[in-house]
Each structure stands twice: as structure tokens, then as C-alpha cells.
């Protein structure tokens, strides 16, 4: 193996392995094939994160596919996370992706089940739910680690990804929560997202569960950050999605700030929670996912010194 | 057992816009147990389409059957003195009626009154829930007499999703979350190890995936 006992040799990995503090962005690519625009989102992003997440039709609304945007990062010298979904692709699609995604040069991937077609801009469509996330992330791996397809047929030069999972830790029945992410790691996730955090103290919780539990040894735990831009932005976070616990002091904070100053609270609050996310044990970096927000985040970033980001060999 | 719901009355009216004398047939089976086909619908159905037709000035005859079971050759056999003496033929029974009445009778025409929807049963009087897929393969003793496949939206066999909801399916609060209900018997029942298992992908050959399928019963076959 050329990349020296890495896994895949990204970037990401390097950055985490060599035992950095990681910071991940994240990028939706455009409802069109308008490069311009996807140019716009990402170069914000350049030399301010470790890797850039490309959602794959996130909210099942169409956009162009995750896979060509990351391609189009990789051309651009960016690192991209593939992000693939198990809505839309069954095995042979899934596996056929991830060897035409290696061979465009992207080395993350995050496996997700995807949201249900029911949210997007295609409710008719049909759904396909082949694999389910868990057996997607054993592919990636067996496809790495054995070099065989899922039929068990040799792989012509496997693809070498670094093999990324979700984790929702507020998301119902909570107390199995840390047990599925344990299952994604038992699966093979190198690293874990999470979901955004806006309750610290039950993300303590979790956080304790999971070191306790050995699953920060055996996999990089990056705690999800998005800023908040409103009062009314967390409220309709509170009430409307599913998983999501906002508290209701934070709601206070934001509205106590008034008009007009209600942003900067905002970043205010993600820049705390990243310091504490430093120091907090088990966890090994910050996936910030600035929605629409693409622009603020080097300044977030370098106000919550995270910059220069580290160049590892 | 198969679950459906009536066509909206103006789709029927539609369908049977060309014809004046036509056969309305009910069926036993199901239909008759989910009320959507048997004889007091297919009373109903066939009095309000005369009526309609009577108030549009173009009357029309319907004559009423039920069968025992629209999906029984021996059954169907049963309207062989009449059925061709009608412009058409209106089943109520499910999606299976129609094709054997038309493989029966390949002069006539039939048309559908009903969608057939799932299989399932009553939960409550006047309420079906899904509940099998008919993947081919029951995995139910997997999780706890609870199928996935058929009653999670996504069909995950590592669930819950992210989705879920105060024991509500992302999709609609009008959808449990099976996984919601799979763990909490689990957590229940001191039975979280279950949960930790991997199930390997699922081979969907046993499903419609892998085309239409055959049960054939040696020892049953003259
Ligand atoms: S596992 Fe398959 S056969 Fe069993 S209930 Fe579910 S869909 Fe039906
Ligand atoms: S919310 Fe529950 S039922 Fe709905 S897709 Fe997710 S796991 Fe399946």
C-alpha cells in the first residue's frame, strides 16, 4: 500500500490522524448544472476547512449530482466528502459510484439513508432503499479493505475511501442512539458527523456514553455546528425538524439580542461551542455546516482559531 | 389480507360513460372483509351509478353479483351463462379480479372500482395498517414480530433513522415509526444486544424485484 498505512490518504484523514483538531464545511451543489454558482459556495471554503461535505439531493430536492460537484472540487484543488444517499441508487449504481468517484480522485465519503423522496421536489418518484446506511458503509469498506464487490467478485483496483457516518445523538428512542453509532463504527466508519448540536449539555451526555464505550478509540467524532441567524431560525428548527433540540434559553439569547444583532449571537454561540468542542474528550474536530452562509464561514472560522488549518504529509 | 379503496365515483362513472347494460360483480374475499367489495358495496355502487345516469337522462342497467372469490378460475367459472351479454363488466374485487375475469372472458371488458393498496389488516374498526411487503422471505422474528421491510418508509433493517419522531415516521404523524416501536420492545424486553447484530443486505429475488413470482405446489399439481 502506497499511502503509508492510511486508509484512503485524504486530506481529512491525514488532518485527523495526525491528530489535529479537524474542521469540515459543507456545500450543496446548484439546481443546475450553473458552475458559477457552485465556484461561489466552495472557494469561501478554501484553505478554512479539512474537507468539504457535497450533499447528495439533500431534502430529496434535485440538485446537480454530489458526485460530479465533487469532482469538480477535486479539479478546483479542493477536498470534497462525497456524501451518497441510499434513496436513490441500488448496489449496482451505489458500487458503480463509488469506483467511477475514486477514479475522479475523491477520497471521502459519507454513507447516509437520505431523506425520504416525500420532502423533496419529486414526491412521485419511487424510492429505492437497497442498502440501508449501515450496509452501505460495510460496502464502502468491504470494497476498500477486501478489494470485492458485494458479490464477492475481486475489485480491478478498489476504491481506497475514508469511510464516513452520521449520527444524530438527540434524534429518537435517544437511548439507542449511541448504540447505532456504535453499529456504524462496528460497520466500518472511520469518522463520524454529526448532527448539528445546539444542546450542550445532553451532547455531554452522549459524549460520555461514547467514550465510554471505547467509540471515540475507534473512530473521529466531529460535533455539527450551525450557526444560528435568527430567533426565528431556531424556532422554526425547534418545532419543524425532526431530531433537532434546540433549548429554549438559547431561543432567549438570540431574541435578547435584539434586531439587526441576532446573527452575530449567533456565531457567537457556534464559536463557544467549537472552543468547548476542543476540549470536550472524544471528540475530534467540528463539521460546520453554514447553510447558505458559505461567505461568513473564514471569518467564523478564524474568530474561533481555526486557522491556518494544518497541512499534513 | 389485501387491502383496498374504492375508485372515486367519477372515475367509474368515466369508464362506464359508453355503456347502457353492464355487470357490477363483488367478490367474498377480502374486499368483502375490508368493506370495499362485497355485496352491500357493490348494492350501493351500482344504485348510485343508476341514479346519476337516471338524473342525466341516459338510464342504465346494472346487474348485481358477488362472487366467492374473483381470484379462483373455479369461482369466475360461475358467470359463464352471463357474462357476455353485457357491454361491460365492473369488478370490486382486488387488483387480482379483473385479470382472471379477463383471462375467463377475453371477449369482455372489465374495469377496476376499486385501487388495491396493501397487505394488512384492521387495527381498529375502520382502519388498515400495512403490513407485509411480501418480500419473499419474513425476517419478523428478527425484530421482534414488527416488519421493517413493509412498515418502515425507507425499509431499513438498521433503523431508526435520523427521522424519527416522537415515535413518528419522518414521512407523515400519521405514520408509527416501526423502528421507534422495534426498539422500544427491544429496550423493553432487555433485548438491546439484538440490536447490535448487522444484517446483511437483503436478497430481493424473493421480492418483485425479481420479477413476478409462482408458487408451485408439487404435490397440489394434476
Ligand atoms: S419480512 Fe417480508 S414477508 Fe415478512 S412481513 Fe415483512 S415484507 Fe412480509
Ligand atoms: S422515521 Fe422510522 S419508519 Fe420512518 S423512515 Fe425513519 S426509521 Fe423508517
Known sequence: MSDNGFKSGSNLEKVLKAGHFAFTGECGPPKGANLKHLNEKMSPLRGVVDAINVTDNQTAVVRMSSKAASALMVQAGLEPNFQMVCRDRNRIAMQSDILGAYALGIRNMLCLSGDHQKFGNHPEAKNVYDLDSMQLIALVKQMRDEGKFLNGEDIDEPPRMFIGAASNPFAEPTDFRVYRLANKIDAGADFIQTQCIYNMPRFREFMKRAVDMGLAERAYILAGVTPMKSAGMAKYMAKFVPGMDVPAELIKRLEGAGKGKMAEEGIKFAIEQIEEFKEMEGVAGVHFMAIEWEHKVPEIAERAGMLPRPKVD | ?222
Not at chain 2, 152 to 181: A, F, R, T
Request: proline share 5%; hydrophobic share 35%; net charge neutral.
Open chain 2, 1 to 222: 389480507m389485501i387491502v383496498a379503496d374504492r375508485k372515486p365515483l367519477e372515475e367509474i362513472q368515466e369508464m362506464i360513460a359508453p355503456y347502457d347494460n353492464i355487470m357490477l360483480v363483488g367478490c367474498k374475499g377480502c374486499v368483502t372483509v375490508c368493506n370495499v367489495g362485497g355485496l352491500k358495496e357493490v348494492q350501493i355502487l351500482a344504485s348510485t351509478l343508476r341514479i346519476a345516469r337516471k338524473k342525466e337522462g341516459r338510464p342504465i342497467q346494472i346487474q348485481e353479483r358477488v362472487i366467492e372469490r374473483q381470484c379462483d378460475p373455479e369461482y369466475v367459472e360461475q358467470l359463464r351463462d352471463t357474462c357476455d351479454q353485457f357491454d361491460a363488466v365492473l369488478s370490486m374485487a382486488c387488483g387480482v379480479g379483473p385479470q382472471f375475469l379477463s383471462a375467463a372472458y377475453p371477449n369482455q371488458r372489465f374495469f377496476p372500482t376499486v385501487n388495491t393498496t396493501f397487505m394488512g389488516g384492521a387495527t381498529q374498526h375502520g382502519v388498515w395498517e400495512e403490513r407485509c411487503a411480501g418480500c419473499g422471505n419474513c425476517i419478523t422474528h428478527w425484530f421482534d414480530g414488527m416488519c421493517p421491510i413493509a412498515r418502515c418508509s425507507k425499509s431499513l433493517q438498521h433503523g431508526p433513522c435520523g427521522g424519527s419522531n416522537h415515535g413518528k415516521c419522518e414521512v407523515s404523524k400519521d405514520i408509527e415509526c416501526v423502528w421507534d416501536l422495534i426498539v422500544r420492545k427491544k429496550i423493553e424486553q432487555g433485548r438491546l444486544d439484538d440490536l447490535r447484530k448487522y444484517w446483511a443486505a437483503k436478497d430481493w429475488r424473493t421480492a418483485r424485484d425479481g420479477g413476478p413470482r409462482k408458487s408451485v405446489r408439487e404435490e397440489l399439481v394434476k
